[in-house]
């Protein structure tokens, strides 16, 4: 039988990881030394053989970016497997209509990652961009707050979907810089979608750990 808690040695590393994310002071997840999410997006993209990875504080936001990146927008179709009432809602709201007809392009390939599945999400991942341009990955279930992440190889897809984020990366780049960059993907608006490192330390950690926590 699988072990779906967290066991004692976990929760040890959990409670390393949030000490050294507060030690740092790295809490707004907007310094230029944050590194947790880095670290996230590696190890995502380690797994989905991605080039890209983006992450977000909601599953919605994850949905919004993956659309938002492929030029799905106000007006447009897009077909999605098995879609919930709560996505077709959503995605209703941004003025996107969601079809059953085969013809139309797949939104994009979506997992809900938790502890009964997290040591499998690799072999969930494989070879599932080759058949979509965008996988979404939800880590809320696994309990450390609301995360989610769009993984992709097309880099113009990942700069519409970081420019979206209030403090995304071009928005840090300019602080940074002071000088303006990517004018031709400055979207209307922004939304406060930027994920917390202390949340993506934690998820991170799962991730490592992952075959270790699930063993028969």
Not at 8 to 34: A, C, P, Q, W, Y
Not at 106 to 114: D, Y
């Amino acid at each position: 039988m699988k072990n779906t808690l967290i066991n004692k040695d976990h929760f040890f590393s959990l409670s390393f990881v949030l000490s050294r994310v507060l030690n740092t002071g790295v809490i707004m997840s907007i310094e230029k030394n944050e590194n947790e999410l880095k670290g996230l997006e590696k190890s995502i993209s380690k797994i989905t053989k991605a080039k890209y990875v983006s992450l977000f504080n909601s599953y919605t936001g994850a949905v919004h970016a993956a659309l938002w990146g492929q030029d799905i927008g106000h007006g447009s179709s897009t077909r999605l497997d098995q879609a919930s009432k709560q996505e077709q809602k959503f995605i209703h709201w941004l003025g996107v209509n969601v079809t059953s007809d085969s013809e139309v392009k797949l939104g994009f390939e979506k997992l809900s990652v938790n502890w009964d599945n997290l040591a499998h999400i690799e072999d969930w991942a494989k070879g599932k961009l080759q058949s979509t341009s965008v996988l979404v990955l939800d880590f809320t279930e696994l309990g450390f707050g609301p995360c989610a992440a769009i993984a992709l190889n097309e880099h113009d897809g990942w700069k519409k979907a970081e420019r979206l984020k209030i403090f995304g990366a071009f928005d840090l780049k300019t602080m940074w810089t002071q000088e303006e960059s990517e004018l031709d993907i400055q979207p209307a608006i922004q939304f406060n979608y930027r994920l917390s490192p202390l949340v993506a330390g934690c998820v991170k950690l799962s991730l490592l750990k992952r075959s270790n926590e699930h063993e028969d």
